[in-house]
């Protein structure tokens, strides 16, 4: 089993960047397709991104957000870009043997970490 440890969330004004990293322990790393979630206070949990062979991003990230992978690593990372303060939320990575669930948001997705925080002030 993976074990998923994310980081760097923390406190940005609005317009400017963070970039969030997700770092795998556990079983080998390069199976599975990962992905970024986040939920914000009072909000159903929302897919931003994930990445496999290819990548894909939800609408409301698209052209600002980047999800990458570094398997020698075993970290994915998510730049955000041009952050707005609706981006404010507590992100979570998951991972998953199954490309089609990950893109689809499923809750029972094999592996999850325990979130960070991005707080985006206006």
């Known amino acids: 089993q993976v074990q998923l440890v994310e980081s760097g969330g923390g406190v940005v004004q609005a317009g400017g960047s963070l970039r969030l990293s997700c770092a795998a322990s556990?079983?080998?790393?390069?199976?599975?397709?990962m992905g970024w979630f986040r939920q914000a206070p009072g909000k159903e949990r929302e897919f931003v991104a994930a990445?496999?062979?290819?990548?894909y991003y939800g609408d409301s990230v698209k052209g600002r957000f980047t999800i990458s992978r570094d398997n020698a690593k075993n970290t994915v990372y998510l730049q955000m870009n041009s952050l707005k303060p609706e981006d404010t939320a507590v992100y979570y990575c998951?991972?998953?043997?199954?490309?089609?669930?990950?893109?689809?948001?499923?809750?029972?997705?094999?592996?999850w970490g325990q979130g960070t925080l991005v707080t985006v002030s206006s």
């Open positions: 998951a991972a998953d043997p199954i490309w089609n669930k990950v893109v689809a948001g499923y809750r029972n997705l094999e592996v």
């Open positions: 990445i496999s062979y290819t990548t």
């Open positions: 556990g079983r080998t790393f390069i199976p599975y397709n």
